[in-house]
């Protein structure tokens, strides 16, 4: 058989030719194609990657990002959430060195404290200098242990060195929506271990700085040990998938038992200091990943059309071809080889030229290089197949043809 197939190709030379050089241009078109696919997918992937979407806590009427009450309910739930990342929240305080009475709270309260749980925190002027004592690092800050960073000209008018613990009176802003006020309450007194300094060497670029850093679930604790509520003043995060919007919106919907508000601005809104609300950054995300999508919904749904394209385009050459070639199908069964031998042979030949063509046409996607080895083995395999199944059906109708029928149809 292996014989006769060889010369039946060598012999139909122009025929085996054009099935080889189908098959080529079909396995190349096919896996730009598909390339194509890919290459959106990849858009889409990078988009998510290099678009991250920020999201802010607001009061109701979004006028306010920061200054706001954000409930410790609220900040314990998106803690635990899993469709977001890098959550910076933080706070602000007024502190002073010491133990001292209420009524001699404005001579003593004169230290501006920032609560934060990340050193990169957003209420935090960009690039803060800061120096850390040996052992210790900015991810003290994600802790809770009763330790504070100082200015580095406060630790030298008060003598104080790393290590030192330093008793302090704490005061804490409290917002009241029906009087549109801010209060200040005290909070009490506390130690904390200095483990590094704030350096305001420069007057110029550090007058913004705070006068004391200190971890935000430190500050957390110590409400909670008296008993008083916590608030942050400041959230914000990004979504962790860009890609599940879905998901991340579904998961905000439970965030404090009854989900955080959209921003509503029109007739009627009212403002607060509550921190309910939820505004995402998304709009420029969604718009170009909608347009990506839809480009892969589109190229996407051609991919049956394009499978039935092979099996017709097998189907019609392997007729046209056998049909050329019915006396010779014929004499294979007068000399008494059964059906399936006869089908077998012919199959064969057209499996040999196929999988030329499959492997040149590889070849040529490789060169081109713009789809990966392992994805042009799986197009061309899927070309073959569909091709080879075209095949397969016109051999089977030629093989329900008796000798006579078709030699008189010759």
Known sequence: MYHYITKSI????????L???????????????????????????DLAANTPIRCTITNPDGTREVGIAVKSDILRDLQAAQQIKELDCSTQLKAGFGEFEIARWEENLNLDVSVVNRIDS???????????????????????????????SDMEEQGFSYGDEIPFTV?????????????I??????????VGQIDDSDSVESHEYPDMLVPFQTIWDAFDERGVDFTAEAVSFYVRDPLALNAFKAEMEQI??????????????RFSYKGSALYVQDGIFITMAGRLKTALRILTAFLIPMGILVFIIGYVISHLLVNGRVKEFALFRSLGVKQSGAVWVFWSEQLVLVLAGNVLGCLTALLIGQVGLQDILTVCGAAFGGYMLGTTVALLWLAGNRPLELLASE
């Open 10 to 17: 060598r012999r139909l030379k122009s025929r085996s030719i």
């Open 19 to 45: 099935v080889i050089l189908v098959n080529c241009v079909l396995a190349v078109l096919l896996n730009l194609y598909f390339g194509l696919i890919d290459s959106y997918r990849t858009q889409l992937t």
């Open 122 to 152: 957003s209420a935090l002027p960009d690039h803060i200098r800061v120096n850390y004592q040996e052992g210790w690092d900015e991810s003290l800050f994600a802790g809770s242990e009763k330790v504070c960073l100082l200015k580095k």
């Open 171 to 183: 005061y804490h802003y409290v917002y009241i929506d029906e009087r549109r006020d801010v209060d």
């Open 185 to 194: 309450l005290e909070l009490g007194y506390m130690n904390l271990k200095v």
């Open 256 to 269: 404090g038992g009854n989900g955080l508000l959209e921003v509503y601005k029109g007739e009627g809104a």
